[in-house]
C-alpha cells in the first residue's frame, strides 16, 4: 500500500474527485514552490507572489472536479497560475520598478548576481542590468514572457509550455526566441 | 555580473532561433548534430551560446526563503482551503433541500414573469395609441366642417352614377304638368 506522499499527481487528483479532499493537501506540499516561484517570477513581489500562488491551490481545489486528465495535473496547474499573474498584472497595471527596487534592499536578494566582496559601481551595474532585463520583461508581450518565464525560470519543457499555453510546440519556440532576442539586446551591454 | 566582457554579438541569422532552443536543450537529435556541426566552424554563435549561457541564468534570480517561509505558506494555503471549503458547505447545505424543486420552481416562476411581463406591455402598448390620439394636434384633427366639404365631394364622384342610373329610369311623366298647366290657364 503506497503512502499518500507516494501517489502519482493524477492519483491523488482522482481521490480528491471522489470526495476524499484531504489528498489535496500532498499536492500543495509538492507543488507550493514552483506555484509561488513562478508568480515570483510575474509579480517580483514576495507577498503578492504568495497570495496568488495560494489563490491559485484554491481555484484548483474548488474546480478540481472539472479537471478531465487530458493534460498532467501540473500543466492544468500552471495554467491557472499563470492566468491569475496575467490577470493580476493586468489589473494592476504595475511598473516593474518599484518592486526591483524592493527586492535589491533584501539580502539574499539581487545582490547574489555580484561577488560578496562587490564593489559600489559593479553593484551599480549589476542592478541596472537587473533593472533593464525586468524593464524589458515587462514590456515584452504576455504570451513572449510567459514562454520565458516557464523556460527560463521553471525549466519545463517547450511541450508542457504550449499545453499550458495552448498553443503548438512551433509558436512557444518563437515566443521564446523572440523574447531572448529581445534580452539580448537590452543587456548587450552589461555582459 | 562582475566579469564583464566584450558585448554580446549576433549570431547567423539561419541559427539564431536554433541555437535558443540549442542552449535550453530543447532540440532532436538530428538538429543538435547539425547546429554542433555549425558551431564549430562558426565563433559568432559560439559565443552567442555562451554569452546566453551568461546571461540568462541571471535572469530573475529565486529568492533563498527560510524553511519557516514555507511551513508558514504550507499551513496560512490549508486554512485558506479548509476556509473556502466552510464556505462552499455552508451554500449545499443551505441549497441541498431545495434541489429536487430548486429548478421547476425557477422555471415556473421565470415563466409566469415572464407571461406577466407580456401582458403589462401589451397593455401599455393600448393605452398608448389611445394617448397618442388624445395628443395629436386640433390642426391636425378633421373639423366638421371639412368632413361635410369632403362628404359633399363624395356627393359630386357619385354624380356620375346618379346620371346613370337617371338615364336608365322612365322620363317622369309631362302629361301630368301640362294637366297642371292647363288647370291653371283655365283658372
Not at chain 1, 52 to 72: E, H, V
Not at chain 2, 83 to 100: C, D, H, K
Request: aromatic share 10%; hydrophobic share 40%; proline share 4%.
Amino acid at each position: 500500500m503506497k503512502s499518500a506522499q507516494e501517489l502519482g499527481d493524477e492519483e491523488l487528483v482522482a481521490l480528491c474527485q471522489q470526495g476524499q479532499g484531504h489528498y489535496f493537501e500532498v499536492l500543495v506540499r509538492r507543488y507550493m514552490e514552483k506555484a509561488f516561484h513562478i508568480a515570483y517570477d510575474f509579480t517580483r513581489n514576495k507577498e503578492t507572489a504568495k497570495d496568488l500562488s495560494q489563490d491559485a491551490f484554491l481555484r484548483a481545489y474548488a474546480n478540481i472536479k472539472r479537471f478531465d486528465g487530458r493534460s498532467s495535473f501540473y500543466t492544468w496547474f500552471y495554467r491557472i497560475v499563470v492566468n491569475l499573474c496575467l490577470d493580476h498584472a493586468r489589473r494592476s497595471g504595475k511598473v516593474l520598478w518599484e518592486s526591483l527596487d524592493k527586492t535589491t534592499e533584501e539580502p539574499g536578494g539581487q545582490r547574489q548576481l555580484v561577488d560578496t566582496q562587490y564593489q559600489p559601481d559593479e553593484e551599480a551595474m549589476a542592478g541596472e542590468a537587473t533593472r533593464r532585463a525586468n524593464a524589458t520583461l515587462e514590456s515584452m508581450p504576455n504570451k513572449q514572457r510567459t514562454a520565458f518565464l516557464l523556460r527560463n525560470q521553471q525549466g519545463l519543457p517547450i511541450a508542457d509550455i504550449a499545453k499550458v499555453m495552448k498553443t503548438t510546440e512551433g509558436t512557444v519556440r518563437v515566443y521564446l526566441h523572440r523574447a531572448v532576442a529581445a534580452l539580448r539586446q537590452s543587456l548587450v551591454e552589461f555582459v | 555580473m562582475k566579469n564583464r566582457v566584450a558585448p554580446l554579438e549576433g549570431a547567423c541569422k539561419d541559427y539564431e532561433e536554433d541555437l535558443v532552443l540549442y542552449y535550453y536543450g530543447d532540440c532532436g537529435a538530428a538538429e543538435r548534430a547539425t547546429i554542433e556541426k555549425h558551431l564549430v566552424q562558426c565563433l559568432r554563435c559560439g559565443k552567442f551560446v555562451d554569452d546566453l549561457g551568461r546571461v540568462l541564468p541571471q535572469m530573475a534570480p529565486k529568492p533563498e526563503l527560510p524553511q519557516a517561509f514555507w511551513d508558514s505558506y504550507f499551513r496560512e494555503t490549508m486554512a485558506k482551503l479548509e476556509e473556502q471549503t466552510e464556505r462552499q458547505s455552508w451554500w449545499r447545505r443551505w441549497l441541498a433541500p431545495m434541489n429536487g424543486w430548486l429548478v421547476p420552481a425557477f422555471g415556473t416562476a421565470a415563466v409566469a414573469v415572464l407571461a406577466i411581463v407580456l401582458v403589462l406591455e401589451k397593455r401599455e402598448v393600448a393605452t398608448t395609441i389611445d394617448a397618442a390620439s388624445s395628443t395629436i394636434p386640433a390642426e391636425v384633427l378633421v373639423d366638421s366642417n371639412q368632413l361635410e366639404f369632403f362628404k359633399s365631394l363624395d356627393i359630386l364622384e357619385s354624380l356620375s352614377t346618379l346620371e346613370a342610373q337617371d338615364s336608365v329610369k322612365p322620363e317622369p311623366k309631362t302629361s301630368l304638368i301640362d294637366d297642371r298647366r292647363g288647370a291653371r290657364a283655365l283658372a
